[in-house]
């Protein structure tokens, strides 16, 4: 009796494991979406909550938008791409402009994201701000972060396209000044400190501390939170774990109903540093399409490479069959031959 009551136990215990990682697996999933979303979360969060509010952020896309220079069609398509029909990709892109007083700062952040209406499947791939690449219209190479310092948004798309051989169809650029307006909106945000670091502000000669396990951080705080990178052993890996923290934190408090009486505010920071060329019609529709989007069909790629040093500078090489691998699964799921 004793033997079969330990084997009973044994069971319980591999199914209560089981239950754990499968917990697990669907909670990275849903930070993975929630980390796309969150650039567009008001829109999307505000259609649940009446009128009035639907107003207050449609008047935020109506003063984020931004056309491009090229117009409304990438020169790697045929035709233009309608997004309730059509596979389309979406660059996002987080500028430090703190740092150049208004003008075109470098892009800290660049994730490209790409959705398939047919299968309701996203892609998402983060490349590294130091990645070392050929930077369109200038014919340097450099940082690939460098390209929005050169030439704004147009030339950070075109440098993109160039590197990866697809197309970029929309964009969704956010100042990081915005950012720490919109976390302080909320009420700031709480975030588990994996160990113990200090980092600059954006406040001359001002640092923010920070301790190892759950910590209150403003906005100010939080994006240094987010941005630290040389004092992290994971390097750049460790720096997208704390930036999709902060993000998820963000979102959590900004759907919170004590938020609601605040999202006039929210849009007016929206509107002053977010900016897109998705029409306010076509974020309606973004919603509409991929709101019930798998999470079991979110695919996160990654660029392999390897560090480099020239003249003190560092640089991120990528490896060039890993380029070409996330190149062929990019095409794939946009539906382009070639």
């Given amino acids: 009796m004793k033997h079969v009551g330990k084997k009973k136990r044994n069971s319980s215990?591999?199914?209560?494991?089981?239950?754990?990682?499968?917990r697990k697996g669907k909670k990275r999933k849903s930070g993975l979406r929630k980390l796309f979303w969150f650039f567009t979360f008001l829109f999307v969060v505000v259609l649940a909550?009446?009128?009035?509010?639907?107003?207050?952020?449609?008047?935020?896309?109506?003063?984020?938008?931004?056309?491009?220079?090229?117009g409304e069609k990438s020169h790697l398509r045929e035709s233009t791409v309608t997004i309730a029909d059509d596979p389309v990709s979406i660059l996002i892109l987080g500028i430090e402009d703190y740092a150049t007083g208004g003008e075109n700062g470098r892009t800290d952040t660049l994730i490209l994201v790409t959705l398939n209406p047919h299968s309701k499947s996203m892609k998402m791939l983060s490349i590294p701000r130091d990645t070392r690449v050929e930077i369109a219209d200038k014919g340097t190479i450099d940082k690939i972060n460098h390209a929005h310092a050169f030439g704004g948004t147009d030339m950070a798309i075109h440098t993109v396209e160039q590197f990866l051989d697809v197309p970029i169809d929309y964009f969704i650029t956010m100042n990081f000044e915005g950012f720490k307006d919109i976390v302080d909106e909320v009420g700031g945000v709480t975030v588990d400190v994996p160990f113990d670091f200090s980092e600059k502000t954006t406040k001359k000669g001002e640092k923010a501390y920070f301790k190892q396990g759950p910590m209150h951080l403003t906005g100010e705080e939080a994006l240094a939170y987010a941005r630290m990178r040389k004092k992290d052993p994971r390097g750049d890996f460790g720096r997208n774990d704390r930036q999709k923290q902060v993000l998820k934190a963000t979102i959590d408090q900004a759907v919170a109903m004590s938020t609601l009486f605040k999202v006039d505010n929210i849009a007016n920071?929206?509107?002053?540093?977010?900016?897109?060329?998705?029409?306010?019609?076509?974020?309606?529709?973004l919603q509409k399409k991929y709101r019930n989007i798998d999470t079991s069909l979110i695919d996160n790629l990654t660029l392999e490479g390897t560090d480099h040093y020239e003249n003190k500078v560092y640089y991120f090489i990528p490896n060039e069959a890993s380029v070409d691998s996330v190149k062929i699964r990019l095409k794939v799921h946009l539906d382009i031959n070639g």
């Fill in 13 to 22: 215990e591999r199914v209560t494991r089981e239950t754990r990682t499968r």
């Fill in 49 to 70: 909550y009446g009128g009035y509010i639907f107003y207050e952020a449609y008047v935020a896309s109506q003063s984020s938008y931004r056309s491009l220079e090229r």
């Fill in 269 to 285: 920071h929206i509107g002053k540093n977010v900016q897109t060329n998705l029409k306010p019609l076509e974020i309606v529709a």
